[in-house]
């Protein structure tokens, strides 16, 4: 029976194999992170920048201008913020974001912290042909790695979408993480069609994302409906479930969303609760693949 049917009328084999087209594997979560820390956070910024309305074709100045206080205003803050409580993060930059602001991107490297790709001009990647992708995922890295000095080991996908050539782009591209996907809390390796990739995934959720409760959009439905500071009680409580399930604390954050100064407040007062704990391993989300995958490495086998 054809695709074209209605999802009702498709056999097993179908509906299974969408499913199992990229699904979780085994979870990676070490029994206890580098240094014995009890629980591992990963701070991560989509800069996207002016790349929203221009993936578009929107070129009003009122748009770009929203897109460029994240870069102009917004980084600033970020880093001295970051600075100050000593904490490595990952920065997720769409090439175009790169090639508009290089500054930010050496400033970002020159204080330790991660660049990742995330599209070229932050694309809808499921409306492209696969060789189109590709192409676009590669002149990406490329365009990263020229402006930083080293390739990216990971990927967040624009929008986190998947399109069904998504995963072979990754590996083919030869990225070691990805962060896009949310079937879990923890760490896991990515199956294709129930094969083991090993390619880890480090599990996004739009309850820990900015964009979902402080976004705007005057000509869509998207507008603030969450006090900031209710957000500090929300992504508390993340944080110390995940220290008690000794797992992973992953955030989401856009300097042109998080970075104004009312909002800023929270991820102070976030940073000032988790650093309140002694067991704690900040870490970039390259740091955390690696460390997911030492976990489970086999180990070598010692002569007698």
């Not at 979780?24 to 990963?42: E, H, K, Q, Y």
């Not at 009680?233 to 300097?255: C, K, N, S, V, Y």
């Not at 030492?294 to 070598?300: S, V």
Request: aromatic share 8%; with cysteine; charged share 25%.
């Amino acid at each position: 029976m054809s695709e074209d049917s209605p999802p009702w009328r498709w056999p097993e084999a179908t509906w299974r194999g969408h499913v199992e087209r990229v699904r979780a594997g085994r979870r990676l979560t070490p029994s206890r992170w580098p240094g014995g820390a009890r629980v591992a956070v990963a701070l991560s910024f989509d800069a996207d920048h002016e790349t929203i309305p221009l993936r578009d074709g929107d070129t009003s100045p009122g748009r770009l201008a929203q897109g460029e206080y994240g870069a102009r205003a917004a980084m600033p803050r970020i880093l001295r913020l970051l600075a100050e409580y000593d904490v490595p993060a990952s920065f997720f930059v769409p090439a175009v974001s790169a090639l508009l602001h290089p500054r930010s991107v050496e400033e970002c490297v020159a204080a330790g912290h991660e660049i990742a790709v995330h599209g070229w001009i932050h694309e809808r990647n499921t409306l492209l042909s696969p060789a189109d992708e590709l192409a676009l995922t590669s002149h990406a890295l490329d365009t990263l790695e020229g402006l930083c000095g080293s390739r990216p080991a990971g990927i967040r996908t624009p929008s986190w979408d998947f399109s069904e050539s998504t995963l072979d782009v990754i590996r083919e591209l030869g990225f070691r993480y990805d962060s896009s996907l949310m079937a879990d809390d923890e760490p896991y390796e990515l199956l294709a069609d129930g094969v083991p990739t090993g390619v880890v995934e480090l599990p996004v959720e739009w309850i820990r994302d900015d964009m979902p409760y402080l976004g705007m959009e005057r000509h869509a439905a998207l507008r603030p409906y969450t006090p900031p500071r209710a957000l500090l009680e929300i992504w508390r409580d993340e944080f110390d479930a995940a220290r008690a399930e000794g797992g992973l604390f992953q955030l989401t954050l856009h300097p042109h969303v998080i970075g104004h100064r009312s909002r800023l407040v929270v991820l102070r007062e976030l940073l000032r609760h988790i650093r309140g704990c002694s067991d704690v391993w900040f870490a970039t989300h390259a740091a955390v693949a690696d460390a997911a995958l030492a976990a489970i490495a086999p180990q070598k086998e010692v002569s007698p």
